[in-house]
């Protein structure tokens, strides 16, 4: 069964601290899927990157940024220079194939609440 | 407009009371997904569709049931609510291509606040 761990629950910094959310994964599959979410205060939950088990390629786009090793099963999501906009809670979560199908369907970590305080 | 919407997006209701939540897409995506989010448990998958005639369990289904009525449509129902499903709940559509390995995220409605006195 695949699962999901963000081992930290909260952390608090100061804007324009750097911040790294932290996101391992456990799955039987060699292809699958890992995503990050952002959810903020109000409520929605927000798109954020989606990265497949074949490219290990490290990401970033503007200030975040995402460490993908399949050698540590871990996927962490870098915030830099955070800002107050970024307080939010942080989803990691991995989807993986049925065996023999198409189809897939998302597990979610317990997720990460960020705090920026000015 | 919101591609995925939920109604109603608040509902106080009492035990023993059968409650509906409503989920319509315009993404024309087959999949649909039934969560729940609990403080300091993430989203967990109550039901799955991934399309009109193939509805699946979840990690947490007792104490629901599904209803895909169109390939824009999926209802969860609460037959009897009970306070332990006092939650904040969520639909999630998801595309793809049948017969090829890929997988798009998911998009996400904005949320139904359920609370079960």
């Known amino acids: 069964a695949q699962k999901v761990t963000q081992a930290q629950t909260e952390i608090s910094v100061v804007e324009k601290e750097d911040v790294t959310l932290d996101c391992v994964y456990e799955?039987?599959?060699?292809?699958?899927?890992l995503f990050w979410y952002k959810q903020p205060p109000s409520g929605e939950l927000v798109f954020l990157i989606r990265r497949n088990s074949f490219d290990e390629q490290n990401e970033i786009s503007g200030r975040y940024s995402w460490n993908f090793q399949k050698s540590t099963s871990s996927f962490n999501f870098t915030i830099t220079a955070s800002q107050v906009v970024d307080s939010a809670v942080y989803f990691c979560?991995?989807?993986?194939?049925?065996?023999?199908?198409?189809?897939?369907?998302?597990?979610f970590g317990k997720g990460t609440l960020l705090t920026v305080n000015p | 407009d919101a591609d995925v919407t939920q109604t109603p997006r608040n509902r106080i209701t009492k035990t023993g009371k059968r409650i509906m939540l409503e989920c319509s897409q315009t993404?024309?995506?087959?999949?649909m997904y039934w969560y729940r989010q609990d403080p300091g448990l993430g989203l967990r998958l109550i039901y799955y569709s991934f399309d009109v005639k193939d509805i699946n369990k979840g990690e947490i289904s007792d104490g629901y049931s599904v209803s895909r009525q169109a390939q824009a449509k999926f209802s969860l129902s609460l037959e009897s609510a009970i306070p332990n499903q006092t939650a904040l709940y969520f639909c999630a559509t998801s595309g793809g291509t049948s017969g090829i390995l890929q997988f798009d995220e998911q998009f996400f409605g904005p949320g139904t606040r359920l609370t079960v006195l």
């Open positions: 799955t039987r599959d060699t292809t699958y899927y």
């Open positions: 993404k024309g995506h087959d999949r």
């Open positions: 979560a991995l989807s993986e194939a049925y065996s023999g199908g198409s189809n897939y369907k998302l597990t």
